[in-house]
């Protein structure tokens, strides 16, 4: 019987099965044969975008904290579920970079003993982002002896961390989701309808949280919609200039809506934590600095965030041109953009093979390229060019 808090973990069995022997391990005074070596106190979880690395890593940490091992139930599951329980820290940066800042003042608080139970949970959600210095920093409070922190870091891929980081930690790999199971998840958990779960798992591509939301949000449905519209557009050099702005100014579109809400809520707090009506000089600029700080942040946040949306409408553009090469190769695979058939069979029959491999390589180049900071409109404009039909 699989922990409560392990059962969102879809289509990862074997990591679970591992992390419920560490837990076991963990909450054993007396180490017993079974689980002699399962518990250590560096893990490094790494898996594709959307396969679930930090919510099984943050389950991990509820399932140490919990009396119980992970009920999903009791103050402690839930708490350290959404990062307020004092032993379990969160560290997620929407931003772009985590600083050595951020992370010196982590180890010294790192040092301090639990407020309850055995250990403290420190999860990093985007290792791949510390700064060289952050992550020597890092290093330190991981082999400080003897601490009662477990490290639980998150990243895309070994290759995002230094190998002397990597080494310390136990590593687990996560697995993207099979579709059967995505769908599973989305009516048993969420209560959708089976046919709209099989449409969001196919189109998600096994992305857990692309899955959830094209089955709930009708907006971001849309979004998708518009985004596979394009191929067949881009007959013409201005067509295609017309397609890169308006897939840059959708994709930001769809990360303002969400993020627009945090923003708000985080200037009000902001503002509640300096008292609204702030008089004197001191207390005047030191509101108006911490702002310019959250400003800072927010902004910082918001461009990580639309680089994100403008990667996924890749994604689902390439999954496209997959569909379209299935159907020139005659292969009998189901499509992934199953509500796209007759868009899809219009080019597997206009285009060939070998062009529409063309088009995949494009849309990768594309990506690469935002990656290295190239400027989104100058990196699509020539993306649209090279995968015009006709
Ligand atoms: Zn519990």
Same mark, same amino acid.
């Given at each position: ?26 909450? =054993? ?14 893990? !490094? @979880?790494? %898996?594709?975008?959307?396969? %679930?690395?930090? =919510? ?5 940490? +509820? ?5 119980? =091992? /992970? ?10 579920? *959404? $990062? ?10 929407? %931003? ?35 700064? &060289? ?7 330190? %409070? ?12 998150? +990243? ?34 969420? /209560? ?34 518009? #985004?596979?519209? !394009? ?25 303002? *809506? ?50 994100? @949306? ?7 553009? +390439? ?10 190769? $005659?292969?009998?695979?189901?499509? #992934? ?11 597997? &029959? ?21 990656? @290295? ?16 039909? $006709?």
């Amino acid at each position: 019987m699989v922990a409560r808090v392990f059962r969102e973990l879809i289509g990862q069995d074997e990591v679970v099965a591992i992390l419920e022997r560490a837990v076991a391990a963990a909450s =054993n005074s007396e180490e017993d044969s079974d689980t002699q070596g399962a518990m250590t106190h560096a893990w !490094l @979880f790494t %898996g594709p975008p959307g396969s %679930g690395r930090s =919510n099984a890593a943050i389950a991990f940490a +509820a399932a140490l904290i919990c009396p119980e =091992n /992970g009920c999903g139930e009791c103050n402690s599951c839930r708490t350290s579920l *959404r $990062g307020s329980h004092p032993d379990v820290e969160l560290i997620r940066t929407e %931003g772009l970079s985590i600083k050595v800042d951020e992370i010196r003042e982590l180890i010294v608080r790192s040092a301090w003993a639990p407020s309850s139970g055995r250990h403290r949970v420190v999860v990093i959600e985007d290792a791949d982002r510390l700064t &060289e210095t952050a992550a020597n920093a890092l290093l330190r %409070g991981i082999e400080e002896p003897g601490s009662y922190t477990v490290w639980l870091l998150c +990243a895309p891929s070994l290759g995002d961390l230094l190998p002397t980081i990597r080494s310390r930690c136990r590593h687990l790999q996560l697995r993207t989701p099979p579709t059967s199971a995505l769908t599973r998840m989305l009516v048993e958990i969420d /209560g959708i309808d089976e046919v709209m779960a099989n449409h969001a798992a196919k189109a998600s591509q096994g992305h857990v949280g692309r899955a959830r939301r094209i089955a709930t949000d009708e907006q971001a449905r849309r979004f998708r919609h518009q #985004v596979l519209q !394009l191929p067949l557009r881009l007959t013409d050099v201005g067509g295609c200039m017309a397609a890169a702005a308006e897939l840059i100014a959708a994709s930001q579109q769809e990360s303002a *809506r969400e993020i627009a809400p945090k923003d708000e809520a985080e200037l009000v707090a902001l503002q509640d934590a300096w008292g609204a009506g702030a008089t004197g000089r001191g207390l005047a600029s030191g509101a108006s600095k911490a702002i310019k700080e959250l400003e800072k942040d927010q902004k910082s946040r918001a461009t990580a965030l639309n680089r994100a @949306f403008l990667d996924r409408s890749l994604l689902d553009l +390439a999954s496209f041109y997959r569909d379209v090469l299935l159907l020139q190769s $005659g292969a009998t695979v189901p499509l #992934v953009n199953d509500d796209m058939e007759d868009e899809v069979l219009q080019l597997a &029959e206009r285009t060939t093979a070998e062009a529409t491999i063309g088009r995949l390589d494009a849309i990768m180049a594309a990506r690469r390229a935002l990656n @290295f900071n190239v400027a989104p409109l100058l990196a699509l404009e020539s993306m649209m060019l090279s995968i015009r039909v $006709g």
